[in-house]
């Protein structure tokens, strides 16, 4: 499995960005498809964006369209979430979560369907 670290949380008011990163251990990066989760206290983790494993699909949550952007760099083993317009309600813990597949263009969006996960990052929206 892959060992994925993430980093760039904090607190930030609302209406401001934050770019998460999670880098990757190996050197199979590349096979993996990439995606971030959150989960708030007291609440269940939830999908916030997924990229494929060459970058070309992503697929975002409807809350998150428009104002996230999800971004890999397969070279820096490293991949991102640039996060505009944050609302307080967007507060949580984000996890960066990895996925072996064999089909470039395959992206899960679902918790289930990833099998590394990192520690996570808190992110905190002021209002």
């Known amino acids: 499995q892959v060992q994925l670290v993430e980093s760039g949380g904090g607190l930030v008011q609302a209406g401001g960005s934050l770019r998460l990163s999670c880098a990757a251990s190996?050197?199979?990066?590349?096979?993996?498809?990439m995606g971030w989760f959150r989960q708030a206290p007291g609440k269940e983790r939830e999908f916030v964006a997924a990229?494929?494993?060459?970058?070309?699909?992503?697929y975002y949550a409807d809350s998150v369209k428009g104002r996230f952007t999800i971004s890999r760099d397969n070279a820096k083993n490293t991949v991102y979430l640039q996060m505009n317009s944050l609302k307080p309600e967007e507060t949580a813990f984000y996890y960066c979560?990895?996925?072996?597949?064999?089909?470039?263009?395959?992206?899960?969006?679902?918790?289930?369907?990833?099998?590394?996960w990192g520690q996570g990052t808190q992110v905190t929206v002021s209002s």
């Open positions: 979560a990895a996925r072996w597949v064999i089909t470039l263009a395959y992206t899960p969006k679902s918790s289930g369907e990833f099998d590394s």
């Open positions: 190996g050197r199979t990066f590349s096979r993996y498809a």
């Open positions: 990229i494929s494993r060459d970058g070309e699909n992503s």
